[in-house]
């Protein structure tokens, strides 16, 4: 086999950027998403779950976070980076702040970068009874009621454990009941609708406007064996979906869940929730009164850094 060239985009910029500038890598076709986030280094994480793997102070930022990404190395190579720099220069438009906004470009080979970004990736606990597992590493569940998600970040929607990922789980894990009807708008890589069906959802809509998302879901979905229960399809946000459902989570940009509060409460049944993440802090006042307006009480809000989730009940009556 060719030994193919990868081209290493790194982008420094803010932990609040993190999640929209690899949604925009994906779309430009990257393989593997890599972030250095200095906060990481500072996680207590060892005396919660148990041991985890050693970070090296070096790889990372002083401040601020670096997204690295790998795109292979084509003819146009030049205008992708370019549409790149583009579309997160855009993001400004929605008060994301870019941070330093340094975009570097360097060359690796395939090799290098199998091994580069799969160092990063170990099985990680993220919740009482959620551990998530890189598809390439063996891992014996340490108590009975454990649950194992699989994914392959070389698909990458980043690897679940982003904390607005984190806290969907949890709130899935304190809500989801036997038998539930479960809709995931924004499903990315698919495993908040992997959680679900594992909880014991009976049926989960997956919907994603992105393709790659799409067919990263499907494959996820397959690899975790609930393809049964979860199925996936390609659909802006809500448009044309049916209720009623027992809950509906949403892990994404706290402007577009503005855009759907409405849609949720007409389609989420009287007493059913409303799970949303991906909340920066500074938007946190903003959605929890678009969630209020809309005919939803907030039952609990979770923290995770700079983050915010929100589990809401739709009002009966």
Same mark, same amino acid.
């Given at each position: 086999m060719v030994d193919m060239k990868w081209s290493e985009i790194s982008i420094h910029t803010t932990q609040e950027a993190v999640e929209p500038i690899t949604n925009i890598l994906h779309e430009a076709g990257a393989s593997g998403v890599v972030i250095e986030d200095p906060f990481d280094l500072m996680k207590e994480r060892e005396n919660v779950f148990g041991e985890i793997y050693q970070l090296n102070p070096d790889d990372y930022?002083?401040?601020?976070?670096?997204?690295?990404?790998?795109?292979?190395?084509?003819?146009?190579?030049?205008e992708t980076v370019e549409e790149i720099k583009v579309s997160i220069n855009n993001l400004i438009a929605f008060d994301i702040d870019l941070g330093h906004n340094k975009v570097t470009i360097s060359e690796v080979n395939e090799e290098e970068w199998a091994t580069a970004w799969k160092k990063y990736y170990h099985p990680v606990k993220i919740s009482e009874r959620?551990?998530?597992?890189?598809?390439?590493?063996?891992?014996e569940p340490v108590s009975s009621d454990e649950l194992i998600i699989e994914?392959?970040?070389?698909?990458?929607?980043?690897?679940?454990?982003?904390?607005?990922? =984190?806290?969907? &789980?949890? +709130?899935?894990?304190?809500?989801?009941?036997?038998?539930?009807?479960?809709? *995931?708008?924004?499903?990315?890589?698919?495993?908040l609708s992997i959680a679900a069906a594992m909880l014991g959802a009976k049926s989960v809509k997956a919907l994603d406007l992105d393709t790659v998302a799409v067919e990263s879901a499907r494959l996820n979905l397959k690899l975790n064996k609930v393809h049964d229960i979860a199925k996936v399809s390609q659909n802006n946000l809500l448009d044309n979906i049916e209720g009623p =459902?027992?809950? &509906?989570? +949403?892990?994404?940009?706290?402007?577009?869940?503005?855009?759907?509060?409405? *849609?949720?409460?007409?389609?989420?049944?009287?007493?059913?929730?409303?799970?949303t993440s991906g909340i920066i802090n500074t938007k946190k006042q903003e959605v929890k009164e678009g969630l209020i307006d809309a005919g939803f009480s907030?039952?609990?809000?979770?923290?995770?850094e700079d983050w915010v989730a929100f589990i809401a009940r739709k009002n009966e009556g």
């Amino acid at each position: 086999m060719v030994d193919m060239k990868w081209s290493e985009i790194s982008i420094h910029t803010t932990q609040e950027a993190v999640e929209p500038i690899t949604n925009i890598l994906h779309e430009a076709g990257a393989s593997g998403v890599v972030i250095e986030d200095p906060f990481d280094l500072m996680k207590e994480r060892e005396n919660v779950f148990g041991e985890i793997y050693q970070l090296n102070p070096d790889d990372y930022p002083e401040e601020g976070v670096i997204v690295k990404a790998y795109l292979p190395v084509t003819s146009f190579l030049g205008e992708t980076v370019e549409e790149i720099k583009v579309s997160i220069n855009n993001l400004i438009a929605f008060d994301i702040d870019l941070g330093h906004n340094k975009v570097t470009i360097s060359e690796v080979n395939e090799e290098e970068w199998a091994t580069a970004w799969k160092k990063y990736y170990h099985p990680v606990k993220i919740s009482e009874r959620f551990t998530i597992v890189p598809t390439w590493e063996t891992y014996e569940p340490v108590s009975s009621d454990e649950l194992i998600i699989e994914l392959d970040p070389g698909m990458a929607f980043g690897t679940g454990t982003h904390p607005t990922t =984190v806290m969907c &789980i949890q +709130a899935l894990e304190k809500t989801v009941k036997q038998g539930d009807t479960v809709v *995931d708008v924004g499903t990315g890589s698919g495993v908040l609708s992997i959680a679900a069906a594992m909880l014991g959802a009976k049926s989960v809509k997956a919907l994603d406007l992105d393709t790659v998302a799409v067919e990263s879901a499907r494959l996820n979905l397959k690899l975790n064996k609930v393809h049964d229960i979860a199925k996936v399809s390609q659909n802006n946000l809500l448009d044309n979906i049916e209720g009623p =459902v027992d809950l &509906i989570v +949403a892990n994404i940009l706290a402007e577009i869940i503005l855009r759907f509060t409405d *849609d949720a409460a007409k389609i989420v049944k009287p007493g059913g929730l409303f799970i949303t993440s991906g909340i920066i802090n500074t938007k946190k006042q903003e959605v929890k009164e678009g969630l209020i307006d809309a005919g939803f009480s907030i039952e609990e809000t979770l923290l995770m850094e700079d983050w915010v989730a929100f589990i809401a009940r739709k009002n009966e009556g």
